[in-house]
């Protein structure tokens, strides 16, 4: 049977009952709605256990940045090593509305998110032009252009110093309340555990959608998907273009959060949220949220008492991919669900 794709990526007509059948057979390894209770239960943890408030929002932060990857990581079969170019320059929009134009958080995160779109979409165009290791490197090559970029630009990213006195963002719409997190943290987590929960039950619905489908269907056999009538390369573009607007929004919040951008490079924080996907899982959306704040709780815990840390928590990240690749979330999925068979077929 033939069909036609249509301007979304999906044909006109049902055409891959096949492909989509072995995506909606994996239920059991993705969780759906449920995930939200389950960040929203994580983020209350996060506030009552964890003593810095600004790593417990920077966790919050982290996490959205994470799941956003696993957009194109977990669901698309897509590893990109330069997710940082969103993150950085997102956040370099959004403080650069707050020190030239306006203090309103809301103008500041719709610049990040806008401009990073835009760019997603140029960048995206050019590196899914290959799969694999090809399209990896060549998002690499784009984040260490933007890093070499924003440390030439002085005048406008600050260089080496980074873009520095940003001012605490107003939350506007008649309350004056300002968003700062040092003097009042509890409102600042607050806001930002809204923007996160928010945005996780849209990426939800993305995956839950059609075209969440074909891009689960694409990551299992591509050239199938193709032969259905699929718009592979649509469907990837829009998948790569939402991952980066996502890490736009946690760069604008990050930003907000230090009322500081600054240049590192970006190569080392692509490594690092791409740890946090792996870490946590890729079979859903929670597992990389969870993979960002253990991720997080190790580096804060042995940095206090170890210079080399980064030896300890590689070493660790070592054990998990060899001992339980589908990462910590995929564990207990895994094993929760059979821990409580035997106890009923015991009793």
Do not use: K
Not at 205 to 233: D, H, K, W
Not at 249 to 277: D, R
Not at 301 to 321: D, H
Request: a positive charge; hydrophobic letters at 55%.
């Amino acid at each position: 049977m033939t069909t036609t794709p249509s301007s979304d990526g999906t044909p006109v007509e049902g055409a891959a009952p096949a492909t989509l059948a072995r995506v909606r057979g994996s239920r059991a390894a993705r969780w759906t709605w449920g995930q939200l209770g389950l960040l929203l239960v994580l983020a209350v943890i996060v506030l009552f256990t964890v003593p810095n408030p600004s790593l417990a929002i920077g966790m919050l932060i982290y996490g959205l940045w994470a799941a956003g990857l696993n957009l194109l990581v977990g669901y698309g079969g897509l590893v990109s090593f330069g997710h940082a170019l969103p993150f950085a320059w997102g956040g370099y929009a959004a403080g650069l509305v707050l020190l030239h134009v306006s203090t309103s958080v809301w103008l500041a995160l719709l610049v990040a998110v806008a401009s990073m779109a835009l760019l997603s979409t140029l960048v995206g165009a050019v590196c899914l032009r290959r799969t694999e290791v090809y399209f990896s490197m060549l998002t690499l090559a784009f984040a260490q252009l933007g890093f070499f970029i924003a440390l030439q630009w002085d005048s406008v990213t600050g260089g080496d110093d980074g873009l520095a006195g940003i001012p605490v963002p107003t939350l506007g719409l008649g309350t004056g309340i300002e968003l700062n997190a040092l003097r009042d943290p509890l409102t600042f987590f607050l806001f930002t555990g809204v923007v996160v929960l928010v945005t996780f039950a849209g990426l939800i619905l993305f995956t839950e959608s059609p075209m969440g489908r074909v891009l689960q269907a694409i990551r299992e056999n591509e050239e199938r998907a193709r032969g259905c009538g699929y718009n592979t390369r649509l469907v990837q573009l829009v998948t790569f273009v939402l991952a980066g607007t996502v890490a736009g929004l946690a760069g604008g919040l990050f930003a907000m959060l230090n009322n500081f951008v600054g240049l590192q490079p970006y190569w080392l924080l692509s490594g690092v949220v791409l740890i946090m996907v792996i870490l946590g899982g890729r079979s859903s959306l929670f597992g990389p949220v969870l993979g960002a704040v253990v991720y997080l709780v190790l580096e804060s815990t042995l940095s206090r008492y170890y210079a080399s840390w980064q030896l300890i928590v590689g070493a660790i990240f070592m054990v998990c991919v060899l001992a339980f690749p589908q990462g910590l979330w995929g564990l207990v999925t895994q094993t929760v669900p059979g821990l409580f068979r035997r106890r009923r077929s015991a009793g």
